[in-house]
């Protein structure tokens, strides 16, 4: 009997993917927000999304590259909708 190449695949559970979904909502939600607008000269700064760049870099170190697309996705959309919510640290 000849041994065939079998390719091992790695696999992440699913509670592993919805921690880490739910950490990058966690994230997404984290602004550094002025009290007063900054003056940018044709409009204001309200914010800094602060977990929007850190959740960027954590998720680029996924080994899953569609998780990764996932994830990137994930984080834009959280950090556009958390724009309009009260949430954040105010300076």
């Known amino acids: 009997m000849s041994r065939r ?3 091992i695949t790695e696999q992440e ?3 592993a993917f919805l ?6 909502i966690i994230l997404a939600s ?8 900054i003056d940018l000269g044709f ?20 080994k899953f590259q569609i998780d990764r697309k996932i994830e990137y996705v994930l984080l834009i959309v959280m ?9 954040g640290i105010v300076l």
């Open 5 to 7: 190449n079998t390719k």
């Open 13 to 15: 559970t699913d509670s």
């Open 19 to 24: 921690l880490k979904v739910v950490m990058y």
């Open 30 to 37: 984290i602004w550094l927000k002025f009290d007063t607008p």
């Open 43 to 62: 409009t204001g700064l309200y914010g800094i999304p602060v977990g929007l760049f850190i959740g960027l870099i954590v998720a680029s170190q996924d």
């Open 79 to 87: 950090t556009i909708v958390t724009y309009f919510v009260p949430a």
